[in-house]
């Protein structure tokens, strides 16, 4: 079955910087990618996603790229601030959306240094 | 407003004792699934449904049971609850169209099976 790498588990970055966590999954059939951001108490929400013919997708201060040859997705944070400050969720799904099995990756715990 | 609601937000109980946490949402989304949550190991999904009275396995499903006999509602059964089912537990739904996919989230139900 599908399995989802994600990495690191723990990031920090100065305030302004840029943020950037990776993910790998196995089942080259997978065509849906999301990204979903969980702040404390909170249940995930997505942010940003990408679908298997696309190789881009920017929304604002975050991208997501996507390498469908080596199997791995990015998601991009330029000019971090304190509120993006959450846990990210990388997720892979067979479907064309979310509305499908779905495996996540384990979560990075972004911190934003002021 | 649009939401998803679970209840109870809280439990404890005792092993083999059967219980059941509610979902419901007022979007009339087709789609429902249910998640849980535990450190290091990210979201896992449990169970899922496309329409009423259709479910399928996720990657966790052992020991769960779930039933979708109306659109808005999703409860999660646990029969013979035990200590490795204590986690955070996350319902969510989705409208199943391509160009439209947010997953919605909600509030989580954190359970704890002594």
């Known amino acids: 079955g599908e399995n989802v790498e994600q990495h690191p588990s723990t990031l920090s970055v100065q305030e302004g910087d840029s943020a950037v966590i990776k993910c790998t999954y196995s089942?080259?059939?997978?065509?849906?990618f999301p990204w979903y951001k969980q702040e404390l108490g909170k249940g995930p929400q997505l942010i940003i996603d990408i679908r298997s013919n696309v190789g881009e997708k920017k929304d604002q201060r975050i991208a997501v790229t996507l390498n469908k040859t080596a199997k791995h997705f990015s998601l991009h944070i330029t000019e971090t601030q304190p509120e993006d400050s959450a846990v990210y969720f990388c997720a892979a799904s067979m479907g064309y959306s979310s509305a499908s099995k779905i495996i996540f990756g384990s979560g990075t715990r972004l911190s934003i240094r002021p | 407003e649009a939401q998803v609601t679970q209840n109870p937000r809280y439990l404890i109980t005792v092993t083999g004792k059967k219980l059941t946490v509610t979902c419901s949402q007022n979007?009339?989304?087709?789609?429902m699934s249910w998640y849980r949550q535990d450190p290091g190991l990210g979201l896992r999904q449990i169970y899922y449904?496309?329409?009423?009275?259709?479910?399928d396995k996720g990657d966790v499903p052992e020991g769960y049971k779930v039933s979708r006999k109306e659109k808005r509602n999703f409860p999660l059964i646990l029969e013979s609850p035990s200590p490795n089912q204590t986690s955070l537990y996350f319902c969510?739904?989705?409208?199943?169209?391509?160009?439209?996919?947010?997953?919605?989230f909600g509030p989580g139900t954190r359970l704890t099976v002594l």
């Open positions: 969510a739904s989705s409208p199943v169209q391509y160009t439209t996919d947010t997953q919605y």
């Open positions: 449904s496309m329409n009423v009275e259709v479910t």
């Open positions: 089942d080259s059939a997978s065509n849906y």
């Open positions: 979007m009339n989304h087709e789609y």
